[in-house]
């Protein structure tokens, strides 16, 4: 590759009726600015691609790791959703259960106050009958002894 110092050490020979010597070496030296200044632009430009190409890289480790990340609470949420959904299930099941006892318990209740109910109505019937057959004996009493002689008429007309 040609440097600047290559350009401005450059040696022409002379020859007969060549150019002007002066005027050469004063464009070598314009050739050697500008050349001077475009290598200078070239390694300015390369320094910024190598910054530039290093933040690209950053950017895209910070992309994967943001992606891995995105992976991961994909499936975090997934597996918390698929958990609550169980823990949901077994609550519901838990409220049925208890919901079944507590009609079964209420279901038992009804039909002990039935049986209760039940016993109550053969009680007072058997109260009735046993009060029927105490106050017919007590007419039967009063009927013989506080009236001996109108039995027999009484008797007679029924």
């Known amino acids: 590759m040609l440097t ?3 350009i401005h050490n450059k040696e022409f020979r002379k020859a007969f009726r060549g150019y002007s ?8 030296d314009e050739v ?5 200044l475009i290598l200078k632009e070239n390694a300015e430009l390369k320094r910024k691609l190598e910054d530039l190409e290093e933040k690209v890289s950053h950017y895209r480790h910070i992309e994967e790791t943001l ?4 992976i991961v609470a994909q499936g975090t949420a997934e597996e918390v959703k698929n958990a609550a959904r169980k823990e949901a299930e077994l609550i519901v099941r838990e409220a049925q259960r208890q919901a079944d006892k507590v009609i079964e318990e209420s279901q038992a209740k009804v039909r002990e106050v ?3 109910y039940q016993d109550l109505i053969h009680e007072m ?3 009735r009958a046993r009060m029927r ?3 017919q004996s007590y007419l039967d009493i009063l009927e013989k002894e506080v009236l001996p002689e109108e039995q027999p008429e009484r008797g007679g007309t029924a």
């Open 133 to 135: 057959a105490l106050l």
């Open 114 to 116: 039935h049986r209760q």
């Open 67 to 70: 992606n891995n990340t995105l």
């Open 4 to 6: 600047p110092l290559d």
């Open 125 to 127: 019937e058997v109260f």
């Open 21 to 28: 010597e002066i005027e050469v070496d004063e464009f070598l």
């Open 32 to 36: 050697v600015r500008d050349f001077e």
